[in-house]
T-cell receptor, first 113, second 112 residues
């Protein structure tokens, strides 16, 4: 089983739609969680961190469910410019305390007019 | 801008030749990482470093070695390149053990 799993999509949605992505992780001792956005042929860029209490940044809402070991990203009122691949990332805790940031394979989102 | 520079940005090399990719950072961060990205696999960790001369293997380390003799430079070496190592390679830094990562612009490597 992969350490971090995402639905690969693609998600094809019209402008204005609400879309949600989920990401599951296997290491219950994971310490921190993130969502990244990656445009075609570019490097991943941090979209938002995910906090235990949930957090919102404009049209984007991230949530963490530790009991079920998943994080989610909700995008409201989708824009054409939201078209990209969304990657979740998890810092699992390993012995020795050195954390590695592990990524899911990414979910592709295509927003159409 | 996290001050990360990867070089070269593009490279075509022949099977069996050695290749070294360089990641340079200007912020003195302790944690540095090399990932490769391939369609259907996302970002996979090759090697990482948590300080000068302190490195460890990631999930896809076979065929790769790394060195970190200075805080600012993390080198990835393919001792004898194979076609399966054709990929986009990203370097990343973290400011702390539990923080987010910031990425360089990537190196597109083609092994023919």
């Amino acid at each position: 089983r992969k350490e971090v799993e995402q639905d690969p999509g693609p998600f094809n949605v019209p402008e204005g739609a609400t879309v949600a992505f989920n990401c599951t992780y296997s290491n219950s001792a994971s310490q921190s969680f993130f969502w990244y956005r990656q445009d075609c042929r570019k490097e991943p860029k941090l979209l938002m961190s995910v906090y235990s209490s949930g957090n919102e940044d404009g049209r984007f809402t991230a949530q963490l469910n530790r009991a079920s070991q998943y994080i989610s990203l909700l995008i409201r009122d989708s824009k054409l410019s939201d078209s990209a691949t969304y990657l979740c990332a998890v810092n699992p805790l390993f012995s020795g305390g050195y954390n590695k940031l592990i990524f899911g394979a990414g979910t592709r989102l295509a927003v159409h007019p | 801008d996290a001050g990360i520079t990867q070089s070269p940005r593009h490279k075509v090399t022949e099977t069996g030749t050695p290749v070294t990719l360089r990641c340079h950072q200007t912020e003195n961060h302790r944690y540095m990482y090399w990932y490769r990205q391939d369609p259907g696999h996302g970002l996979r960790l090759i090697h990482y470093s948590y300080g000068v001369k302190d490195t460890d293997k990631g999930e896809v380390s076979d065929g790769y070695s790394v060195s970190r003799s200075k805080t600012e430079d993390f080198l990835l070496t393919l001792e004898s390149a194979t076609s399966s190592q054709t990929s986009v390679y990203f370097c990343a830094i973290k400011t702390g053990p539990n923080t987010e990562a910031f990425f360089g612009q990537g190196t597109r490597l083609t092994v023919v």
